[in-house]
């Protein structure tokens, strides 16, 4: 029954997208194939790709044999055929082909995906994006057994403010990587970045206990002038532990883990966020006037397919798995040395000598994990690096 309601709600998501694209809207790629076999390690998007010139439309003009209960459970050896009806373009799965014993691939690899899973894997199970205002009640690691700076597998470790733990509660022990942080400028251009957290994971001081002594003020007390807002921290799973003593300190046995724990990491309840490896690509009614590019992932320059970036929007915007945008490089402000030129005969010089060049297209993105105020997004691809700071727009925009 639940398998059968799954299909069915599923169904409808796929209606509803269709809806939002309508198929005379859809722009065929000018040496788009007639049909294609659908080959082990092919992704929907790059089949999809293969026919049209905006790939995330492809829920708008996916049909099916009747044969199949859900269009978009594609398997290796099924045949993708362009169509028309009534004048528009159908892509048609044809899925008898993988009957045949010889291609017959449900039991070993399963459907393909929309998206490479791999490429996203660490970022569906390892980060959690705590707001600020939760960040001073989290439980936090006082010390390891016996004073050890790192502690492993089958270790015990101390924790502060889980006075109401259970024994045998398992929790995530995470450390924090990343605060996100916002930089507005006077000029009112939002100028989101990321700052890298100190390796050690050691928490902040808050504002209320640091010193006020003459040699805080003259040294980094100065540089109070240079924070800005925190609209979130991102903290990665080190490991995970098991309660086997409460109080304060508790007592916790790492059961499990990616990384050894340290003095300063935090505690968090075990996640149940459930995820599906196929994400519906669609474009949100309004984009939100501040959607940027806010922090890339393993670069400094830029990022491109299938690489991992973080934006400043989220569920608290209306943003979900599967909501694809542009991303545009924003315009740089530059002086018009031409103005003033001596064969124009100063017939410029009334002109302002600020201009401020178009925004440039980079590329496009998928959302696939999305928190309160910051979303995880995969590149799908694109003719420029995606960096930070870049605007987010409607994904048929390319201008």
Same mark, same amino acid.
């Given at each position: ?18 809806v939002?694209v309508?198929?005379?809207?859809i722009?065929?790629?000018?040496d ?5 076999i =659908? ?20 829920? *708008?003009?996916?049909?099916a ?14 045949? +993708?055929?362009?169509a ?5 373009? /159908? ?9 045949s ?7 070993i ?8 899973y791999? !490429?996203?894997?660490?970022f ?5 994006i705590?707001?600020p ?15 050890? +700076?790192?502690?492993?597998?089958g ?24 605060q996100?942080?916002?930089?507005s400028?006077?000029?009112? @251009? ?28 003259a040294?980094l ?7 800005y ?17 409460a109080?304060?300190?508790a ?17 968090l309840?075990?996640? @149940?966020?459930r /995820?599906d490896?196929?994400?519906?690509p669609? *474009?949100?009614?309004? =984009?939100?006037?501040?959607a940027?590019?806010? *922090? ?13 970036? *973080? ?14 945008f ?5 315009g ?6 031409? !103005?003033?030129h ?7 010089r009334?002109?302002?000598?600020q =201009?401020?060049?178009p925004d ?9 994990r999305?928190f ?8 799908? @691809? ?6 930070? @700071? ?10």
């Amino acid at each position: 029954m639940q398998r059968f309601m799954k299909r069915g709600l599923i169904g409808l998501a796929i209606i509803v997208l269709a809806v939002s694209v309508q198929a005379s809207d859809i722009e065929l790629r000018e040496d788009h194939p007639r049909e294609y076999i =659908v080959q082990e390690g092919d992704t929907l998007w790059d089949i999809a790709g293969r026919f049209l010139t905006r790939p995330w439309q492809w829920p *708008a003009i996916w049909q099916a044999n009747p044969e199949i209960d859900n269009p978009h459970l594609i398997f290796p050896g099924d045949r +993708i055929t362009l169509a028309f009806f009534g004048g528009e373009p /159908h892509l048609v799965v044809d899925g008898t082909r993988r009957l045949s014993p010889e291609i017959r691939r449900e039991a070993i690899d399963g459907p393909i995906n929309t998206i490479p899973y791999d !490429a996203m894997a660490p970022f569906l199970r390892n980060p959690r994006i705590i707001a600020p205002d939760d960040i001073d009640d989290l439980p936090y690691v006082v010390a390891n057994y016996e004073q050890r +700076i790192y502690a492993g597998t089958g270790d015990r470790t101390y924790v502060r403010g889980m006075s109401e733990a259970r024994v045998g509660q398992e929790v995530i022990v995470a450390r924090m990587t990343y605060q996100f942080v916002d930089r507005s400028e006077e000029n009112g @251009d939002m100028r989101l970045r990321r700052n890298r957290m100190q390796r050690d994971s050691r928490v902040q001081v808050p504002f209320s206990e640091r010193p006020t002594g003459r040699v805080w003020q003259a040294t980094l007390g100065q540089m109070e002038r240079f924070n800005y807002p925190v609209i979130g921290y991102e903290m990665w799973e080190a490991a995970r532990a098991r309660v086997v003593q409460a109080g304060d300190p508790a007592v916790l046995e790492l059961i499990s883990g990616r990384r050894e724990v340290t003095p300063g990491d935090f505690v968090l309840p075990l996640d @149940d966020y459930r /995820h599906d490896v196929n994400f519906f690509p669609r *474009a949100m009614d309004n =984009v939100p006037d501040n959607a940027r590019v806010l *922090a890339i992932s393993e670069a400094y320059y830029g990022v491109g397919h299938y690489q991992i970036v *973080a934006l400043s929007v989220g569920t608290a915007d209306g943003v979900e798995a599967g909501h694809t945008f542009s991303a545009f490089r924003p315009g740089q402000t530059i002086q018009d040395r031409q !103005a003033d030129h001596p064969v124009r005969g100063g017939r410029q010089r009334g002109r302002d000598n600020q =201009v401020t060049l178009p925004d440039e297209y980079a590329g496009v993105l998928m959302v696939f994990r999305p928190f309160e105020n910051i979303s995880y997004a995969i590149v799908m @691809d694109g003719t420029n690096a995606i960096r930070e @700071d870049d605007r987010l727009d409607h994904p048929d925009r390319r201008l």
